[in-house]
């Protein structure tokens, strides 16, 4: 039995991670799960106190055993990504990817290693050699929406519901790629996330967020900012809120300085705060084309 399926023992920790539910992976209870899944177990509350910022950690509970243990290994190939030793990542992620095409965990995180790192195409090479793993399939379809292939996305998501149709994550994988589709496809996603949003035993902040989007999308910017409000007060230091609450601001025409200055504060390499830079730079290159000059 596949043990991410509705059936098999590993769902719930699974599901609890894709929901952003991190510490409620961390604290979950292995020690009921059969021998063979132990291992995977572990792999996804390590990935979740890396998505807690719990790098330092990590990196030392796999000290040692990654050498013996891919899994492990690839662990630490994304551990080294977050400390922001990016070259290491990248030698140790080749070298698994080239010794293990055929593990999950090599697949999954050896991909987002190289993604992260704008190695698109080497990261689909290595995903695509996966065999009915529904976490590659969900990378698959993130990085095609990066590369603005929605088709080969859509694509994607079709071919998963084939064998996966009530999969949580196919689910959120099909929401992404309905998000960028438009259209009635908007109101598809936002049933998605408010489902998991409003119900105790799944709300997290990136079910908040992703609500917030639909919302945003179908032009309901009092309902997004309710949203992100309430969200905020419950998680003031989840970076992806307030970057969403960022953009909700700058769309109706609220000031921004004050959540910058947060986001800041809780992650300053955000992928929004550089690309606000970038943008600004960009600004006053071409407005210094056009600055007067004044005659000797």
């Known amino acids: 039995m596949d043990p991410f399926s509705t059936e098999g023992e590993l769902i719930n920790i699974h599901n609890a991670f894709h ?18 899944n132990h291992l995977t177990a572990r792999i996804l509350q390590l990935r979740a106190q890396l998505a807690l910022g719990q790098t330092a950690e990590v990196l030392s509970a796999v000290e040692g055993e990654e050498e013996k243990n891919p899994d492990l290994a690839a662990v630490k190939a994304l551990a ?6 990016a070259e290491s990542a990248l030698q140790l ?8 095409p055929e593990n ?43 590369q603005n292939r929605v088709d080969l996305a859509l694509k ?4 998963a519901k084939r064998w996966a149709q009530d999969s949580l994550l196919v689910n959120l994988a099909e929401s992404w790629v309905g998000m960028r589709i438009g259209g009635e496809k908007y109101q598809s996603a936002f049933y998605v996330y408010e489902e998991l949003a409003s119900a105790p035993g799944t709300s997290a902040p990136l079910s908040i967020v992703g609500q917030a989007v639909a919302e945003i999308h179908l032009g309901r910017l009092p ?23 960022i953009v909700l601001n700058v769309l109706a025409g609220k000031p921004t300085e004050e959540l910058e200055s947060r986001l800041q504060q809780v992650q300053p390499s955000h ?3 550089a690309d606000i830079q970038e943008k600004s730079e960009l600004f006053d290159t071409a407005a210094s084309k056009y600055a007067p000059r004044v005659a000797s």
Do not use: C, M, W
């Open 156 to 159: 994607e998501v079709q071919a």
């Open 93 to 100: 992620t080749q070298e698994l990817a080239e010794n293990y």
């Open 104 to 146: 999950a965990s090599v697949q999954v995180l050896g991909g987002t290693v190289l993604q992260a790192q704008g190695r698109s195409e080497e990261a689909l090479a290595v995903l695509t050699k996966h065999q009915g793993n529904l976490e590659a399939v969900a990378l698959i379809v993130q990085i095609h929406l990066q």
């Open 223 to 245: 309902e997004a900012e309710a949203a992100l409000s309430a969200a905020l007060e419950k998680y003031p230091e989840e970076a992806e809120l307030i970057a969403n609450a």
């Open 80 to 85: 080294q990504l977050t400390a922001g030793d």
């Open 271 to 273: 992928a929004l705060l």
């Open 19 to 36: 929901q952003g539910q991190y510490q409620n992976v961390i604290d979950f209870d292995t020690s009921a799960l059969s021998p063979d």
